[in-house]
């Protein structure tokens, strides 16, 4: 599974901005994928995730403020961020966890700043 993201940039708070996240390669229909983000100096978070039956969970930092979804037929997760606030600015990761066996997405920086 081949993971391609992209969608990051600069945004001032209260702004919004559009993940997206499509994988190629070998796809399986039951899976999870979601977001992590890393900020420097502290700890990666689970910032997102969708299941292939559409269980979403969020983090209690995000929750009303982001909205994941996906496209099944697209084999895309899109991670639509509102509200933004510095406190957001990391580096945010897709990742598409099948049976446990996690394949990652390269980076995609969003920094909100003024």
């Known amino acids: 599974v081949q993971l391609q993201a992209s969608g990051g940039g600069l945004v001032q708070p209260g702004g919004s901005l559009r993940l997206s996240c499509a994988a190629s390669?070998?796809?399986?229909?039951?899976?999870?994928m979601g977001w992590y983000r890393q900020a420097p100096e502290k700890q990666r978070e689970l910032v997102a995730a969708?299941?292939?039956?559409?269980?979403?969970n969020y983090a209690d930092s995000v929750k009303g403020r982001f909205t994941i979804s996906r496209d099944n037929a697209k084999n895309t997760v899109y991670l639509q961020m509102n509200s933004l606030k510095p406190e957001d600015t990391a580096t945010y990761y897709c990742?598409?966890?099948?049976?446990?066996?996690?394949?990652w997405g390269q980076g995609t920086q969003v920094t909100v700043s003024s």
């Open positions: 390669g070998s796809i399986f229909s039951i899976n999870v």
């Open positions: 990742y598409d966890n099948v049976r446990g066996s996690y394949y």
């Open positions: 969708i299941s292939s039956v559409g269980t979403i």
